[in-house]
Each structure stands twice: as structure tokens, then as C-alpha cells.
């Protein structure tokens, strides 16, 4: 699956999650933080489902109506916790994300709006 981490999930998910067969942009390699709705059009552009720990993408989708690829929200995970759950998610519920989904997962919980 293709992935784009946002800058303020761990970078060391990449590996984790390039290990295990999967395209993975993270833009804290980028020369400098373009802003969220860039971010957001680029993960669309590229066909890319959208790793964050920020809310402010799923308001930009649900509020605004912006376009996405699939939004993955990661909540008061620690670093390592982030790259397993990441894993977990995209594998367990791929589809439903490139269909555009946003999911956000907690510690234990699961919490997903359908596309639509």
C-alpha cells in the first residue's frame, strides 16, 4: 500500500513499514513543511493513504470537504506503539482506507467513518 507519513509520526515507522512490502513517503524528509492541506493534496495526488497524529486532517476532510485517499489518525500511541499500529491498521483495513476511510485508533480501540 502507498503511505505518507506526516512529520509527526515517528520516523522510525518507515522501516517497519517498508519491511513489510509497503511504499512509504514521510514528509519529515521534505526540506520543509508545505501546511496541512498540501499534505493532504499531495497524499491524493499520489494515490497515498495519510499516517497523522494530527486532527486537523480529519476536519480539513469531514468540515471542509476536502478530497483524500484515506486518513489514518494515531492517538496517544509512543513512537514504537506507532509503528505496529500503523502496520496493524493498513493490513487488517487497507481497503477501507484507499476507499477513504479515516480511521483512528487509540490504544484498544478502533474507531472508523466510511467513505461517503
Given at each position: ?53 494530527d ?24 513512537a514504537l ?36
Open positions: 500500500m502507498k503511505l505518507l507519513l506526516d512529520s509527526c509520526v515517528w520516523g522510525g515507522a518507515v522501516g517497519r513499514l517498508r519491511a513489510a512490502g509497503h511504499d512509504v513517503v514521510w514528509s519529515g524528509d521534505w526540506p520543509t513543511d508545505p501546511g496541512d492541506e498540501e499534505i493532504l493534496a499531495r497524499a491524493l495526488a499520489e494515490s497515498r493513504v495519510l499516517i497523522t497524529l486532527k486537523d486532517f480529519g476536519e480539513l476532510a469531514i468540515l471542509r470537504g476536502l478530497p483524500h485517499a484515506g486518513i489514518l489518525r494515531l492517538v496517544g500511541l509512543s506503539q506507532q509503528a505496529e499500529v500503523s502496520l496493524q491498521v493498513v493490513e487488517a483495513h487497507g481497503a477501507d482506507l484507499a476507499a477513504g476511510a479515516i480511521i483512528t485508533a487509540e490504544a484498544g480501540r478502533l474507531r472508523m467513518r466510511s467513505p461517503g
